[in-house]
């Protein structure tokens, strides 16, 4: 079993700053990549951005340039630096543990940025 836990997200506002943190612990040898997903009220869950264990990033097109994936792997961390949020960025966040035949999630954050 793993278990993500995340931190960081809360309310800002538009042109603010948030860190999200996403700590993995239990079986955690073999996760591959991991990564933040969102998903607006109504909408489906979408990709934020991945990383993986050589640090190679993927970002979706709206976040690119503003936003940042990190990992440091001796503390089996995955952190998300989101500058110049914007109200469309309002969502839960949801952290991703990807092993090769198995994904988990964690519990979600809300990340709500005001005008």
């Known amino acids: 079993q793993v278990q993500l836990v995340e931190s960081g997200g809360g309310l800002v506002q538009a042109g603010g700053s948030l860190r999200l943190s996403c700590a993995a612990s239990?079986?955690?040898?073999?996760?591959?990549?991991m990564g933040w997903y969102r998903q607006a009220p109504g909408k489906q869950r979408d990709l934020v951005a991945t990383?993986?264990?050589?640090?190679?990033?993927n970002y979706a097109d709206s976040v690119k340039g503003r936003f940042t994936i990190s990992r440091d792997n001796a503390k089996n961390t995955a952190y998300l630096q989101m500058n110049s949020l914007k109200p469309e960025d309002t969502a839960v966040y949801y952290c991703?543990?990807?092993?090769?035949?198995?994904?988990?999630w964690g519990q979600g954050t809300q990340v709500t940025v005001s005008l």
């Open positions: 239990g079986s955690i040898f073999g996760i591959h990549v």
């Open positions: 990383i993986t264990s050589g640090s190679m990033t």
């Open positions: 991703l543990a990807r092993f090769p035949t198995y994904d988990y």
